[in-house]
């Protein structure tokens, strides 16, 4: 039970350290190289939530499809990457990113399980636009800064399988915790 009381501190310190929807910047040496890339999705809420969410919602679906999540979004989010390093333009990338927050905490707060298509389909729509925000501020070694926020990504899904797996049998906890993932993807919305 102990482990438990630490959730909403974790909640609270990703929210803190993460600067709302500022992992876009586009500019300096978080732009290139594998160290960059490790550092660019902890480098705002919009990423580190949503990334830990899809972590969190595998892990309450559950079942053999646990993994399918994650994977789909590592393997979506890289095919974004490279549309945006071609300089392929998507619409409002940012609004997606905040909204990918706002539906994946949603999902978590009612512990909705889709169908496998549609919920894979959905996790691969959300990759793109984010692998999309990671592309397009790509420079030099780009092979390099794609396998650090590919590396840092599929991190932060296990962090949040691990902390689904803890909370699984508080529906309560899940629920607060799936709520504070929507409403922090409320306020990146609004923030745009």
């Known amino acids: 039970m102990k482990k438990l009381s630490y959730a909403p501190l974790a909640v609270a310190m990703v929210l803190v350290?993460?600067?709302p929807a500022l992992a876009h910047t586009g500019d300096g040496p978080?732009?290139?190289g594998f160290?960059?890339?490790l550092m660019h999705p902890l480098g705002g809420a919009d990423h580190?939530?949503?990334m830990l969410a899809i972590?969190?919602?595998s892990a309450l679906v559950g079942g053999p499809r646990a993994f399918l999540a994650p994977l789909t979004f590592v393997l979506a989010m890289l095919a974004g990457a490279a549309l945006g390093h071609a300089g392929i333009a998507l619409p409002m990338v940012d609004v997606a990113i905040a909204a990918s927050v706002l539906v994946l905490g949603?999902?978590?707060l009612t512990r909705l399980e889709l169908p496998t298509a549609a919920g894979m389909a959905l996790v691969a729509l959300f990759a793109v636009f984010h692998g999309h925000a990671h592309g397009t501020e790509a420079s030099g070694a780009i092979a390099a800064?794609?396998?650090g926020f590919a590396l840092t990504t599929a991190g932060l899904h296990?962090?949040?399988?691990v902390f689904g797996r803890i909370i699984m049998a508080q529906s309560g906890l899940s629920r607060l915790l799936g709520g504070a993932i929507a409403a922090a993807g409320a306020y990146l919305i609004a923030a745009q």
């Open 17 to 19: 350290a993460a600067s």
């Open 30 to 32: 978080h732009s290139h």
């Open 35 to 37: 160290v960059a890339g």
């Open 48 to 50: 580190a939530l949503a």
């Open 55 to 57: 972590g969190i919602w």
């Open 106 to 108: 949603l999902l978590i």
């Open 145 to 147: 800064y794609m396998a």
């Open 158 to 161: 296990v962090a949040g399988m």
